[in-house]
């Protein structure tokens, strides 16, 4: 299984960015996939997971309001985009993947599969 993200970059204050994250090696459709960010000096923090099957996506509190997840299931590629971006949003982005809990479907605590990550960094 791999994961690549793209769409990084430098971004204004209250601008947005779309990220990607390019999955491949996954038999068959069901799994999740998460978004996640690392800032520097922080902990990683999950921000939302969607599932390949149906688009059900969970977001987090940190995520809410200005972030969507969504997927393109043509080219199993999941999107985050970001709006009203914010100096604090500066992190490394990360998608990750894995089969859903097998008790209710939903995203699981732990994922197995990452990818390497991408850069943001939103200027003041």
Request: proline share 4%; glycine share 12%; net charge positive.
């Given at each position: 299984?791999?994961?690549?993200e ?45 599932r ?38 500066t992190?490394v ?32």
């Amino acid at each position: 299984v791999q994961l690549v993200e793209s769409g990084g970059g430098l971004v204004q204050t209250g601008g947005s960015l779309r990220l990607s994250c390019v999955t491949s090696g996954f038999t068959g459709d069901r799994y999740v996939i998460a978004w996640f960010r690392q800032a520097p000096g922080k902990e990683r923090e999950g921000l939302s997971c969607i599932r390949k099957t149906d688009g059900i996506t969970y977001y987090s509190d940190t995520a809410k309001g200005r972030f969507i997840t969504s997927r393109d299931t043509t080219q199993n590629t999941v999107y985050l985009t970001m709006n009203k971006l914010k100096p604090e949003d500066t992190a490394v982005y990360y998608c990750a993947a894995d089969r859903p809990s097998p008790l209710d479907g939903s995203c699981p605590v732990t994922m197995n599969y990452w990818g390497k990550g991408t850069l943001v960094t939103v200027s003041s």
